[in-house]
């Protein structure tokens, strides 16, 4: 089997193991982990990757791939709406990619009941920073504000910049745990660290909680048991409000002619 894998690239380092040991051929191609502020323009550049991906074939008329798999969950509904072409799409059922790092959406739940004041740190995502901030808050939005306070810092000095951003930082508030995702991958000294002066400022707890390539692995090894969504052409995903996260619906006939969703 063939495959071609869009991914945020916070994914980067688990992604390239996982498909250098994948028993198929693997193409991968990355999306700026910025492009998450703007989840409509997000939708957008994954839909044309998605369309270009499913057009492309060899010269005897053959597609190119056999499947599309996203490293991607719902990531705040920036997959909502995607809809496959001539070949199916393949995406796991998870909210963000921090169940991804996990492996399982039975840990994602009991991060979030038992620790839902948590800022998460990744290597990747710290590595591959692009203005937006350098870690993932479970259940929000990455705030961009590592990177006011450093601005602050050079343009007011340590002392004003803590007093701005106490006064606008009242979201730390939610927060009290830092914790970093080791997924066995790399030196993740520089993630620690970054961890650490973040949580001293803040006076947060660390904690390094032990990642899981379970999830990326079977993406593109072509393992899909029910942990993922399996879109055929002409159908669309869509938020399902339940444990699944995410199912899809569509115009493409079943055996019996009907349409159907799931």
């Not at 620790?115 to 705030?143: C, H, I, N, P």
């Not at 650490?196 to 079977?218: H, M």
Request: net charge negative.
């Amino acid at each position: 089997m063939r495959l071609m894998c869009l991914s945020c690239e916070v994914l980067a380092r688990p992604l390239y193991l996982s498909a250098a040991r994948s028993p198929h051929i693997v193409d991968i191609q990355l999306f700026r982990r910025g492009l998450h502020n703007n989840p409509t323009d997000l939708r957008d550049k994954l839909q044309a990757a998605v369309d270009e991906a499913s057009a492309r074939t060899f010269p005897n008329g053959k597609p190119e791939y056999d499947a599309i798999a996203m490293g991607y969950g719902l990531c705040g509904q920036a997959t909502a709406g995607l809809t496959a072409r001539q070949i199916p799409v393949v995406i796991p059922r998870a909210h963000d990619c921090i169940t991804l790092f996990l492996g399982s959406r039975e840990s994602y739940s009991y991060q979030f009941d038992n620790f839902s004041g948590t800022y998460w740190y990744a290597q990747d995502y710290v590595e591959r920073d692009d203005g937006g901030g350098g870690a993932l808050a479970l259940g929000a939005g990455d705030t961009g504000l590592n990177n006011t306070y450093e601005e602050y810092v050079a343009k007011f000095g340590k002392d004003n910049a803590d007093y701005l951003m106490e006064v606008l930082g009242g979201w730390q508030q939610h927060y009290k745990r830092a914790a970093v995702i080791d997924m066995g991958i790399g030196d993740i000294s520089e993630t620690m660290a970054r961890a650490e002066t973040d949580a001293s400022r803040r006076n947060w707890v660390v904690d390094r909680v032990a990642g899981d390539l379970v999830l990326v692995k079977r993406l593109v090894d072509g393992d899909w048991n029910d942990d993922y969504l399996i879109m055929q052409p002409g159908e669309q995903l869509r938020m399902t409000y339940d444990e699944k996260i995410i199912g899809c619906g569509g115009a493409r006939p079943t055996a019996r002619g009907g349409n159907h969703s799931r």
